[in-house]
């Protein structure tokens, strides 16, 4: 079993900066690309910023110039460091993984709860 925990959210005023955290743990053999995606009320998950293993990121054009995604490997972790925060930036975020718990197994992909970010105008 895989879980991945975010932390870091919480309400900030437009201009502000936030950086959330998440942790994969349980059995783990190798992780591929992790991720952030956001829901905001009313609206589609999407994708805000993803890291590839070998770190290349890619993020999406909303948020480019003020988030930055990074990951420590070794600690199975994932971060957004996010800057000059606006009010539509306020949504859920959730963290994604692709982990294979055995070296013959797939990748699958697992999601965390959830962190709920909130930039106030």
């Known amino acids: 079993q895989v879980q991945l925990v975010e932390s870091g959210g919480g309400l900030v005023q437009a201009g502000g900066s936030l950086r959330l955290s998440c942790v994969a743990s349980?059995?783990?053999?190798?992780?591929?690309?992790m991720g952030w995606y956001r829901r905001a009320p009313g609206k589609q998950r999407e994708l805000v910023a993803v890291?590839?293993?070998?770190?290349?990121?890619n993020s999406a054009d909303s948020v480019k110039g003020r988030f930055t995604i990074s990951r420590d490997n070794a600690k199975n972790t994932v971060y957004l460091q996010m800057n000059s925060l606006k009010p539509e930036d306020t949504a859920v975020y959730y963290c994604?993984?692709?982990?294979?718990?055995?070296?013959?197994?797939?990748?699958?992909?697992?999601w965390g709860q959830g962190t709920q970010v909130t930039v106030s105008s």
């Open positions: 349980g059995i783990i053999f190798s992780i591929n690309s």
């Open positions: 890291i590839s293993s070998g770190g290349s990121t």
């Open positions: 994604h993984a692709e982990v294979r718990v055995t070296p013959i197994r797939k990748f699958d992909d697992y």
